[in-house]
């Protein structure tokens, strides 16, 4: 038998209650930097609340409600398990930008990885491109499709800009 810890009462309310003040503070001109500090909240959740505020879509899902986007050469966007329509990939593939060591925009990798989903090797290298891929595996001596100290990720900046990213021996490779 499987036991549980029960839940705690309201703490939706209390979520969606605190969403109401930010909206509001926001609404009245409020920065979001001093919002998310006075609340202790990240800024990159706080941006994706916004984001939803004046669009109306969540995170990388676009509404079921709504009529699928038409995409040049696609007739349609493919639906998942659970019946969402997922927006289709772009065909450029990502190009490489930096490792995280070598940064300068440190605000921007902290968003990045906190917003970080995992993915599987075949999603990373068809959105990525394939001649970093191949120089990495040169340097490295190791296949990295078959490297056990690798992880891929996909992403997203503060802007809205899809990232993959793959992590290696503790680095970053970020390509977007």
Not at 9 to 37: C, F, H, N, P, Y
Not at 98 to 106: G, I, R
Not at 133 to 141: A, L, P, Q, T, Y
Request: aromatic share 12%; hydrophobic share 25%; with cysteine.
């Amino acid at each position: 038998m499987r036991i549980t810890r029960p839940r705690e009462k309201g703490i939706g309310q209390r979520i969606t209650l605190l969403k109401e003040i930010i909206k509001k503070e926001i609404d009245q001109g409020k920065s979001i930097r001093k919002v998310a500090r006075e609340h202790n909240i990240n800024e990159c959740t706080l941006g994706y609340w916004i984001r939803y505020w004046k669009t109306g879509e969540k995170g990388g899902l676009i509404n079921p409600e709504k009529k699928p986007r038409t995409v040049k050469g696609r007739k349609y966007i493919r639906i998942d398990k659970q019946g969402y329509r997922r927006r289709p990939q772009s065909q450029k593939p990502k190009k490489f930008q930096y490792v995280s060591v070598h940064t300068e925009n440190k605000k921007e990798l902290e968003c990045i990885l906190t917003a970080a989903r995992v993915i599987h090797w075949s999603i990373f290298i068809k959105n990525v491109e394939k001649e970093y891929v191949e120089r990495f595996e040169k340097i490295s001596g190791y296949p990295l499709k078959d490297d056990n100290r690798a992880n891929y990720y996909r992403s997203v900046t503060p802007e809205g800009k899809e990232v993959y990213y793959f992590t290696h021996s503790g680095l970053e490779y970020i390509f977007y």
